[in-house]
Structure formats: structure tokens, C-alpha cells
């Protein structure tokens, strides 16, 4: 991918933190967030640098975590050229070759919206994001940028899975997956299907890196992210391999 924007200094930007409030991820922990000032318009380079810097995307808002006395979230990605899939992932990536996989930009689907609806109830009723709304769902995940992008999944015809994505110059960034509810969907391993699916595509692109996101060893619902090796994580301002990742 290439940019007509003007590079812009990341160090001429503005960023702001928030108050102290409740982490969604470790309970009786205060969590505080670094983000860019919502009135800056940065450029594709400039996301490409903050990426590099651990920084996330929710919507049109770009953070990171910058907690007092606590380094819990570590930025990780997978090095897309040394990644091989284990035998688990090899056995779903077969079962999971009669899906349909369609690219589009990132805009609202009212097919898109009935399906995250069901899976935010379905599994996320006791989370922050319940209950869902229209205004929620274009908030977080439709933006009008040529690298926000969609990628659904069908089974025959059906909707099974969307996974919201970046293509940034370096990579990949996996924004947030939502998949059908139910039993008859658990042996595919859609979120995983996901990711494995991102990874070729970057392959594919010539992208040598899939950010996951952050990692946090005491948090359960991430510890899926290890599965995926080998695996980097950011460590100040240096991307190392991580121990037992090889």
C-alpha cells in the first residue's frame, strides 16, 4: 500500500490520558488510557508509527493502555514469513475450507449489525459493550478509510463470522471478531479461523506481521493468542520473540 498524505512527526502530535477507571480486563484494577487527540487527522504513516508503538484502533480513536505501577498489556504479532500453523490449526483450517471469504470496506451492514447483536448477547451480556445498539456498532466498527476493512465468512450462503481489520504498510491489524452463537459452530473455531485467515492474506500482501493486539497472562479470554507461534511483543520500543514462542 502506498500514501498521498505528507508524513507527519509523531512527535508533533497531540495525546491525552483519561481518569482512572475500572479495567475490563483484571478485576479490582484501575486501568488509564493513552490516546490521540480526536481532532487529529493523522495520515497513513502516522498510524503506521503509532502501530509500531503498541497503539490500537477502537473506531476513529487511537490508544494504548498507560496504567500507573501496572504493565499487564503487551502488544503482540505474529511474524507472518516464520509462522507455521500446529497440527490443531492444520485440522481447522481443513475443516473450515468450505467457507466463503469476502473483503469489503469497513461500512455498516445491517447483516453485519443482526449478527453482532446476537453475538454480544449471546456472550457478552455481562460485558461493556451490552447492550448493543446501531450508533455502538458504526461507532466502533464502520469507518470510511481506504485501510479499514471487513471480512466475512459464509457457509453456504450463510453469515458466520465478520473480523474487523487494518491493512497498515507493515501488516495487519486485527481489530475485533464476532461469530455465530451456538453449538453447531464451536468445533470451526471461527475467531481462530480468523486470524489464521488474516495471516495468509498478509502473505498473500507481502505484509510481513498480524497484530493481535494486546496479551494479558492473567486474562483467560487471550490466552488463545499464545496458540499462534511464533510470537512477538513489544518490549519499550524493540519487537522480541517471545520465550517459549519458537
Known sequence: MSSNTPRQPVSDLRFFLTVPHSC??????????????????????????????????SGQHLYRPHCDGCNACISVRIPVADFAPNRTQRRLIRRNADLE?????AQFSSEHYDLYARYICTRHHDGDMFPPSHE???????????????MEFRLHGELVAVSAFDELQHGLSAIYTF???????????????????????????????????YWIEECRKMSYKRAF??????????????????
Open 24 to 57: 475490563s480486563y483484571l478485576p479490582g484494577k484501575e486501568a488509564t488510557t493513552l490516546f490521540l487527540d480526536p481532532k487529529e487527522s493523522p495520515g497513513q504513516s502516522v498510524y503506521d508509527a503509532l502501530t509500531l508503538l503498541g497503539f490500537r484502533r
Open 136 to 150: 455502538q456498532y458504526r461507532t466502533f466498527l464502520s469507518l470510511d478509510q481506504p485501510w479499514a476493512r471487513l
Open 179 to 213: 461469530f455465530a452463537p451456538g453449538s453447531h459452530f464451536d468445533n470451526r473455531s471461527l475467531g481462530t479461523q480468523a486470524v489464521l485467515t488474516l495471516v495468509q492474506r498478509a502473505a498473500n500482501l507481502g505484509l510481513p506481521h498480524v497484530y493481535l493486539g
Open 101 to 105: 471469504v469476502n473483503v469489503f470496506p
Open 229 to 246: 507461534r511464533p510470537l512477538e511483543r513489544l518490549d519499550g520500543r524493540q519487537w522480541r520473540r517471545m520465550i517459549g514462542s519458537c
